[in-house]
């Protein structure tokens, strides 16, 4: 079982390159849009800055029930980053189609 520690940074690797691909799909859609490309990599690449939050403490994990609910809102976050990771995925690998 992954560590605490583990978990976070993957998911925070895997949240970064799903934000990256979709950045690369942006800058896609604008140049494709008649948006020159230099102006595109600067709205797309540009100014955008991460903040890693710390780790929250399950201090509000006082009753089962408040565990089945954070469950539950886990369950939610990973299924919406699993769509988002196989979006992603189907436009890169259209995108690599048309580079080959």
Do not use: W
Not at 28 to 35: P, T
Not at 60 to 82: C, I, M, P, R
């Amino acid at each position: 079982m992954a560590t605490i520690e583990e978990t976070f940074e993957r998911t925070m690797r895997s949240k970064a390159a799903i934000d990256a691909a979709n950045a690369v799909k942006r800058f896609h859609e604008l140049v494709k849009s008649g948006v020159d490309p230099t102006t595109a990599f600067l709205q797309v690449f540009c100014g955008v800055y991460y903040l890693v939050p710390p780790v929250p403490r399950p201090d509000y994990l006082l009753t089962v029930s408040n565990l089945y609910d954070a469950t539950k809102e886990a369950h939610a976050y990973v299924a919406q980053l699993k769509d988002e990771a196989e979006e992603a995925m189907a436009f890169l690998e259209e995108l690599m189609k048309h580079e080959k």
